[in-house]
C-alpha cells in the first residue's frame, strides 16, 4: 500500500481547508456582488426610508421669491421607485427642473439651468440621481418663509413605494460655495 493512499472515508485535512476556503469565497464574492448596491456608505446626513436614500441636500438662498434645492436621491432597495410628487412648507408650489441634463464645465455657484420641467423621475435598484447646479433642482415657486443661511428647509420628496421622505436642507449662502457631497 503506498504512503500517498488515504483512507476514502478521512479527506486529507489540507484538502478540506482548501475546499472550504473555496466554497467561502465564493459565497462572500456572491455576497458582495448582490449586496453593493443594496448597502452603500452613505453620508452622515442620509434620510432613509423603504429602501430610498436622500442626502447632500441643501437650498441656495435665494434672490427673489424663487430657491433652487439640491440633493442626492439613491435606490438602495431592491425594486424600483419614482418620484411622484416634491414639495416645502415655505413655498407656495415646487416641481423638479433640469433632472438629468448634463452640467456644463463653466457652470458657476449659481444654477443657470434651463427650468426645463423634468419628466419623472424613475430609480432602478442601485440607481443614483445627483441634483446639482447646471444638472438639475428641486425648484422652490412662491416662497412664503424666510431663506436665510443658517437656517434650515423641509424638503418632501414623495416617491410612489418609499412613500413621503422629509429631508432638512441647509440654506447656503448666496455666494458661499455648496456642500460637497
Ligand atoms: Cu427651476
Known amino acids: 500500500m503506498s504512503v500517498d493512499q488515504v483512507d476514502p472515508g478521512r479527506l486529507p485535512w489540507r484538502l478540506v481547508i482548501a475546499l472550504l476556503a473555496v466554497v467561502l469565497g465564493a459565497t462572500a464574492l456572491v455576497m458582495g456582488l448582490r449586496g453593493g448596491d443594496r448597502s452603500p456608505r452613505l453620508p452622515s446626513d442620509a434620510v432613509t426610508q423603504g429602501g430610498i436614500a436622500v442626502y447632500g441636500a441643501y437650498v441656495r438662498e435665494?434672490?427673489?421669491?424663487?430657491?433652487?434645492?439640491?440633493?442626492?436621491?439613491r435606490n438602495?432597495?431592491?425594486?424600483?421607485?419614482?418620484?411622484?410628487?416634491?414639495?416645502?412648507?415655505?413655498?407656495k408650489s415646487a416641481m423638479l427642473h433640469d433632472v438629468g441634463k448634463k452640467p456644463m464645465s463653466d457652470e458657476g455657484p449659481m444654477d443657470s439651468g434651463s427650468m426645463v420641467p423634468s419628466p419623472t423621475v424613475v430609480l432602478e435598484p442601485?440607481?443614483?440621481?445627483?441634483?446639482?447646479?447646471g444638472s438639475g433642482h428641486l425648484m422652490l415657486d412662491g416662497v412664503t418663509g424666510t431663506i436665510v443661511p443658517g437656517s434650515t428647509v423641509n424638503l418632501k420628496l414623495v416617491l410612489e413605494h418609499a412613500g413621503t421622505i422629509t429631508v432638512k436642507a441647509p440654506v447656503v449662502g448666496l455666494t458661499e460655495r455648496a456642500p460637497s457631497t
Open 126 to 133: 442601485g440607481d443614483v440621481v445627483t441634483l446639482q447646479p
Open 62 to 73: 435665494p434672490a427673489t421669491d424663487t430657491a433652487a434645492a439640491y440633493f442626492t436621491i
Open 76 to 91: 438602495i432597495g431592491d425594486t424600483a421607485d419614482t418620484v411622484v410628487a416634491v414639495s416645502s412648507p415655505v413655498a
